[in-house]
T-cell receptor
Framework: DTEVTQTPKHLVMGMTNKKSLKCEQHMGHRAMYWYKQKAKKPPELMFVYSYEKLSINESVPSRFSPECPNSSLLNLHLHALQPEDSALYLC??????????????FGSGTRLTVV | DQQVKQNSPSLSVQEGRISILNCDYTNSMFDYFLWYKKYPAEGPTFLISISSIKDKNEDGRFTVFLNKSAKHLSLHIVPSQPGDSAVYFCAALSSGGYQKVTFGIGTKLQVIP
């Protein structure tokens, strides 16, 4: 299995809703990431988990809450989002440590629309 | 402050010819570079990478060249095919950090049959 699987593929939510995005990989990668991509912009890093511990939070608002229940799963809990949070949310995973191939792999993303 | 720059937002190439996509970076700590291909509404797909200890890496029709002194890399696609039409992102990371990948803004390649 060489894939990162994200669900759902599309999500429409109201500003008062609570929802979660899910990400799963079975490549044995110990680093997992959430990126956000707006239209015609590059992906921007939100969070990094390394060995199931939060390593980097790129000053993301608290309405986004990441969770890493185990080495294969990564969730992003959403609450009280704003319309400007509408974007493609990408999950990625990679091997830890230096090397010539990090195997940095992205999922297909969740297209989120906040109404 | 864009640390990875792709100055050409779009490129059109005839099928069978060479496509050259360019990328410049400013952060001297970057020591690993990646190229991703992205179709609309999909996640980026890894294409090819190069470590800073090399100046060239080849994989089939795709070759990446790295000029460390100029902080410049390029992706060559030979021969170009219509299925190569997509947005190509140049990305870089520092192996000493937490593997945060910094992306360029992307170049949209159109291969004309």
């Amino acid at each position: 299995d060489t894939e990162v699987t994200q669900t759902p593929k599309h999500l429409v939510m109201g500003m008062t809703n609570k929802k979660s995005l899910k990400c799963e990989q079975h490549m044995g990668h110990r680093a997992m990431y959430w990126y956000k991509q707006k239209a015609k912009k590059p992906p921007e890093l939100m969070f990094v988990y390394s060995y199931e511990k939060l390593s980097i939070n790129e000053s993301v608002p608290s309405r986004f809450s990441p969770e890493c229940p185990n080495s294969s799963l990564l969730n992003l809990h959403l609450h009280a989002l704003q319309p400007e949070d509408s974007a493609l949310y990408l999950c990625a995973s990679s091997q830890r440590g230096a090397g010539l191939n990090y195997g940095y792999t992205f999922g297909s993303g969740t297209r989120l629309t906040v109404v | 402050d864009q640390q990875v720059k792709q100055n050409s937002p779009s490129l059109s190439v005839q099928e069978g010819r060479i496509s050259i996509l360019n990328c410049d970076y400013t952060n001297s700590m970057f020591d690993y570079f990646l190229w991703y291909k992205k179709y609309p509404a999909e996640g980026p797909t890894f294409l090819i990478s190069i470590s800073s200890i090399k100046d060239k890496n080849e994989d089939g029709r795709f070759t990446v060249f790295l000029n460390k002194s100029a902080k410049h890399l390029s992706l060559h696609i030979v021969p170009s095919q219509p299925g190569d039409s997509a947005v190509y992102f140049c990305a870089a990371l520092s192996s000493g950090g937490y593997q945060k990948v910094t992306f360029g803004i992307g170049t949209k390649l159109q291969v004309i049959p």
